[in-house]
Nanobody, 131 residues
Framework: QVQLVESGGGLVQPGGSLRLSCSASGRPFSNYGMGWFRQAPGKEREFVAAISWSGGRTVYADSVQGRFTISRDNAPITVFLQMNSLKPEDTAAYYC????????????????????????WGQGTQVTVSS
């Protein structure tokens, strides 16, 4: 049974920073890509960032490019999302996701951005950006 557990969410003022973490457990992992998605109330879940199994390739949504940074450790499997210059429109529940695809350069960028490409999901952590 695969488990993804997110942490690091909270309330922050506009312009502030947060760092989200996601730990994976439950089975031996290798060569798996990981990503972050978010969902605001009344809106569909949307892609935020993805990282390949090696960490050598990262993909970002246009709305967070230059402000957010995704990274990972592989022992144990942990993925991070450093969020800087936060805006009120970044307010959402943030979900960690794991793909059995590598999400490397051999995959299309649109694959890394697609909800269907991810096989396991965390429960989410709330990020609220407000003054």
């Amino acid at each position: 049974q695969v488990q993804l557990v997110e942490s690091g969410g909270g309330l922050v003022q506009p312009g502030g920073s947060l760092r989200l973490s996601c730990s994976a457990s439950g089975r031996p992992f290798s060569n798996y890509g990981m990503g972050w998605f978010r969902q605001a109330p009344g809106k569909e879940r949307e892609f935020v960032a993805a990282i390949s199994w090696s960490g050598g390739r990262t993909v970002y949504a246009d709305s967070v490019q230059g402000r957010f940074t995704i990274s990972r450790d592989n022992a144990p499997i942990t993925v991070f999302l450093q969020m800087n210059s936060l805006k009120p429109e970044d307010t959402a529940a943030y979900y960690c996701a794991l793909s059995t695809r590598r999400l490397g350069v051999q995959e299309r960028i649109t694959t890394a951005q697609a909800i269907w490409a991810y096989d396991y999901w965390g429960q989410g952590t709330q990020v609220t950006v407000s003054s």
